[in-house]
């Protein structure tokens, strides 16, 4: 029997895969359902054993588009509300990188997702530009984090070119929920 973990991005499984915490307890039911009705046809038991079967299969695919573990600190993530601070009062505006599929905050630089190596290159060449020390912002808003594929490349490039004062902005959502829907600034 598998024991439950929690995974950096929140989401409950068996040390053995990546399964959410609701599998353990569809599967426990459906055994016991698959008991009572064997008890009663037996001529049901390979219908049964197949339809397991086929459950688990599908099951076992539900952590498969989650990404590796976060690659940021807590200290990484800019809120929000900062920006838009920021935004809005014209000062002290970091440079703003979207890695995702368009850029709807003013002033962000549109990249395009970056999980494969032409965006990727495109992220480096951009970023040659810009000094080490300046504060540079990434964002996604595609999907929730564990599930974005564009955050963790821009970080570990940031990292890869020493960049000294880097961020990831915090919409753990979307950026519809984390950004649009809280009415801050967006681009005409």
């Known amino acids: 029997m598998n024991t439950l973990t929690r995974s950096p991005g929140g989401r409950m499984g068996s040390v053995m895969s990546n399964h959410p915490v609701w599998l353990p307890g569809v599967i426990s039911h459906f055994k016991f359902c698959t008991s009572l009705i064997l008890q009663?046809?037996?001529?049901?038991?390979?219908?049964?054993?197949l339809t397991?079967?086929?459950?688990?299969?599908?099951?076992?695919?539900?952590?498969?588009?989650?990404?590796?573990?976060?690659?940021?600190?807590a200290d990484q993530l800019m809120q929000p509300a900062d920006l838009a601070a920021?935004?809005?009062a014209r000062k002290d505006i970091p440079v703003i990188i979207c890695v995702?599929?368009?850029?709807?905050?003013?002033?962000?630089?549109?990249?395009?997702?970056?999980?494969?190596?032409?965006?990727?290159?495109?992220?480096?060449?951009?970023?040659?530009?810009i000094p080490k020390d300046r504060k540079v912002v990434v964002y996604c808003g595609c999907c929730p984090?564990?599930?974005?594929?564009?955050?963790?490349?821009?970080?570990?490039?940031?990292?890869?070119?020493s960049f000294?004062?880097?961020y990831l902005l915090n919409l753990p959502h979307n950026v519809k929920t984390d950004w649009i829907d809280k009415g801050y600034p967006t681009a005409p």
């Not at 695919?61 to 573990?69: F, M, N, T």
């Not at 599930?147 to 490039?157: F, G, K, S, T, Y």
């Open 86 to 88: 920021a935004l809005n």
């Open 145 to 161: 984090f564990d599930h974005c594929p564009n955050v963790r490349p821009a970080i570990d490039a940031l990292k890869a070119l």
């Open 52 to 73: 397991l079967f086929a459950l688990l299969l599908v099951f076992t695919s539900c952590g498969a588009d989650a990404q590796k573990p976060e690659n940021w600190t």
């Open 100 to 129: 995702g599929p368009g850029a709807i905050i003013p002033n962000s630089v549109n990249i395009g997702p970056v999980n494969k190596p032409d965006g990727l290159e495109k992220l480096k060449a951009a970023l040659d530009s």
């Open 40 to 49: 009663q046809i037996p001529a049901m038991k390979n219908l049964c054993r």
């Open 164 to 166: 000294k004062h880097y």
